[in-house]
């Protein structure tokens, strides 16, 4: 699934603004290889497919309970 859809690069400010996280919450993704980079000369950057895919992988899915039919007493 596509999030983002351009081909620009993004810096690890802009990828912390777009999820609402912090900077450093976004280096330690990258430290522990859960948000795929780049280095450019010494700055890290970030993909738009690299970005969807750890969008991806955090996905929520909410599952509703079973429908249970109501028991009625008479």
Sequence with gaps: MSYISNNNFYT???VSSILRLSVLT?????????LSVVKFG???????????EF???HLVIKIDP???EEEQYE
Excluded: A, F, Q
């Excluded at 330690?28 to 859960?34: A, M």
């Excluded at 010494?42 to 969807?52: E, M, Q, T």
């Design 12 to 14: 690890v400010k802009e």
């Design 55 to 57: 969008i991806d992988t």
């Design 26 to 34: 976004i280096y330690k993704y990258i430290r522990e290889r859960k």
């Design 66 to 68: 079973p429908d249970y």
């Design 42 to 52: 010494g700055h890290y950057r970030i993909s738009p497919n690299s970005l969807n």
